[in-house]
């Protein structure tokens, strides 16, 4: 098992930029699908971006291209998502997960594949 911990959230206006970061702890993830996932009050929870370790392999919801980047720090074992061109609708907690590597081979990645997760951490975008 694999332990995550996600910082970097906070409340930004609309447009500005905020970086999450996922620490993970435990086993090596060195063969894991990681994502990054959101959910807002009242809604699904919905997958953003997913990063296939070691594989290159990553996916981004179409609601966030071309404004999120998925990357990883393998020497600090750590996850991130950049998030430029924020919007309200970005709004949500933003949970890191992590899974085996199948999980990265869909067309999208879906939160009953993932095993293991963050706490979650608060981002806000006002207008």
């Known amino acids: 098992q694999v332990q995550l911990v996600e910082s970097g959230g906070g409340s930004v206006q609309a447009g500005g930029s905020l970086r999450l970061s996922c620490a993970a702890s435990g086993n090596t993830y060195s063969a894991y699908c990681m994502g990054w996932f959101r959910q807002a009050p009242g809604k699904e929870r919905e997958g953003v971006a997913g990063f296939l370790i070691g594989g290159e392999r990553r996916y981004y919801a179409d609601s966030v291209k071309g404004r999120f980047t998925i990357s990883q720090d393998n020497a600090k074992n750590t996850l991130y998502l950049q998030m430029n061109s924020l919007k309200p609708e970005d709004t949500a907690m933003y949970y890191c997960?992590?899974?085996?590597?199948?999980?990265?081979?869909?067309?999208?990645?879906?939160?009953?594949?993932?095993?293991?997760w963050g706490q979650g951490t608060q981002v806000t975008v006002s207008s």
């Open positions: 997960a992590a899974t085996l590597p199948f999980a990265c081979y869909y067309d999208r990645i879906r939160a009953a594949d993932f095993g293991s």
